[in-house]
């Protein structure tokens, strides 16, 4: 039957269903996978020094609490502003062991999750918005001359793919309302199969400016490099338990072994627990898994070509996100996004042999020259998910505690805006960032449990069927957007 005929509120197939390889081949790329996460293996031994951890009582001027990125650029910007200050990283294992070191390393300029989520929430301050989002994005290409560091920082810009006829609309408008500074491209089906050969391409939308690649666990481990080199103490496994702030005075941050005692706290703790209460409610881990291809031959990679190594995701709302490391690996991860009753952080809930199952399906689809490819790595990890589907920030304890989370898998980037939101805060000083009402408005909580876990697998479910009904949103996905809340992609 032609897809003109096709019953209203029928259910279709997607690309990686109808053009699916076979068992064969998937069980042949994963049979020689472990788990681990290849970004982290990667780093020189000389970066991942094992650093000390709390032990009794110590003091400082500002203690940040998460050595992931947000928690380093805290760190770093801070000494810039005031050398003087004795600046403390608590980190509850090691400097970039979570999500920091397991992303795909799209650092992208976005400070709202895409124009459409921004448009959507803050309609009037997106030109401001862009502006400081590509600022940002600036400032960190420009980071590694400035510090001295190497984090294989690429300006490649990112390729938005339709693989469904009605995604190519999605580009089309895509296209037309992007913003002058992206250097976007629309490329039709010749073009973007040219750029990428991948069969199942219609069309593509490469916006050459907004994304660089980088080395996302060497970018962790330079960022602590370059803060340990300015002063910056960094205490690893000393798990931060909660916070004492009395009337007025200090505030005592105290850890599982120890407690340090400090005028103010930035709080960088992303998908975990937050240590302030009214937080709680404010983010849920969901999770993200990633495959890893060995090396590419040279006849791989001459069979895909993708010469501008751009960063690249498909517009589905289960999307996919890919690119190429360093050394011509073929990095893979999306689609599935788990949420587990709850909301718990658990190592238990990164062994998922059925989605790496998918995803190598879906990366034969893509790209099925590549049969015969091995899975090298795989892993997965928790994202901090918030309902405006992007970071929040605030101030609590008479602002002697500052806080930024919720960035839904888009904080390679934002985390250095953010750092810089959160010393604003703490210095009360009123600046172009703290007059956001991005900035100054906080999303509306999750539910408590069973309501959140049935609201977010009900969504969850309407996405995926969303994808198989041409893109048309159910009841469900249409309330959401006219509350104004995320779950667009």
């Known amino acids: 039957m032609s897809r003109a005929g096709k019953r209203v509120g029928a259910v279709g197939s997607t690309v990686f269903e109808r053009q699916a390889p076979s068992a064969t081949a998937v069980a042949h790329s994963l049979a020689q996978t472990r788990t681990g996460v290849f970004w982290t293996e990667d780093v020189p031994e000389r970066l991942r020094p094992r650093r000390a951890a ?7 001027d500002l203690v940040v609490v998460g050595g992931g990125y947000c928690g380093l650029w805290t760190a770093l910007l801070a000494k810039e502003r005031d050398p003087s200050l004795r600046v403390v990283v608590l980190e ?24 459409d989520n921004g448009e959507r929430r803050w309609p009037d301050e997106m030109p401001e918005l862009r502006r400081l989002g590509m600022a940002n994005l600036d400032a960190i290409e420009a980071a590694e001359a400035r510090y001295g560091i190497d984090f294989q920082f690429e300006r490649t810009g990112q390729l938005a793919v339709a693989v469904e006829p009605h995604q190519v609309a999605w580009l089309e408008e895509a296209a037309a309302e992007a913003d002058a500074d992206a250097g976007a491209v629309l490329l039709d089906r010749d073009a973007v199969q ?8 219609l069309a ?19 960022l602590a490099r370059a803060a340990e080199e300015r002063g910056v103490e960094i205490l690893e496994r000393s798990r931060a338990t909660g916070i004492d702030t009395p009337p007025a005075g200090h505030v005592t941050v105290m850890t599982d072994a120890g407690s340090i005692r400090t005028r103010h706290v930035a709080l960088a703790t992303n998908a975990f627990p937050s240590l302030l209460r009214r937080n709680r409610l404010m983010t849920v881990p969901v999770y993200d898994s990633v495959l890893m291809t060995e090396p590419l031959t040279r006849e791989q990679r001459a069979a895909i070509g993708w010469e501008g190594r751009q960063g690249v995701s498909d517009m589905a709302n289960q999307f996919h996100y890919y690119r190429l490391t360093r050394d011509d690996r073929l990095l893979f991860g999306g689609y599935d996004a788990v949420y587990h009753y709850g909301g718990h952080v658990d190592l238990r809930y990164e062994h998922t042999p059925e989605v790496w199952q998918r995803l190598a399906s879906h990366v034969l689809t893509t790209f099925p020259q590549l049969e015969g490819v091995r899975f090298s790595h795989r892993w997965a990890g928790a994202i901090d998910t918030s309902t405006q589907f992007t970071a929040f920030f605030g101030h609590a304890r008479e602002r002697r505690v500052a806080y930024a989370a919720g960035f839904t898998g888009l904080g390679v980037a934002s985390t250095r805006f953010a750092a810089e939101v959160m010393l604003d805060l703490l210095e009360g000083a009123d600046t172009e960032r703290t007059r956001l009402e991005m900035v100054r408005r906080r999303p509306v909580p999750f539910p408590p449990e069973p309501l959140a876990a049935i609201g977010i697998n009900a969504t969850r479910w309407s996405l995926d069927r969303a994808d198989h009904r041409e893109g048309r949103r159910n009841l469900l996905l249409r309330s959401l957007d006219a509350l104004g809340l995320g779950f667009d992609s």
């Not at 709390?54 to 400082?60: D, E, M």
């Not at 920091?100 to 999750?113: D, I, M, P, Q, V």
């Not at 593509?204 to 330079?222: I, K, S, Y």
């Open 204 to 222: 593509g939308l490469w916006e050459r400016r907004t994304c660089g690649m980088v080395h996302p666990a060497l970018l962790a481990a330079e």
């Open 54 to 60: 709390l032990r009794g009582s110590a003091s400082a």
């Open 92 to 115: 509850a294992h090691r400097v970039g062991w979570a999500a920091s070191g397991r992303n795909g390393g799209f650092c992208e300029a976005s400070l709202t999750h895409g124009d």
């Open 194 to 201: 040219a750029a990428i050969a991948s069969p199942t391409y």
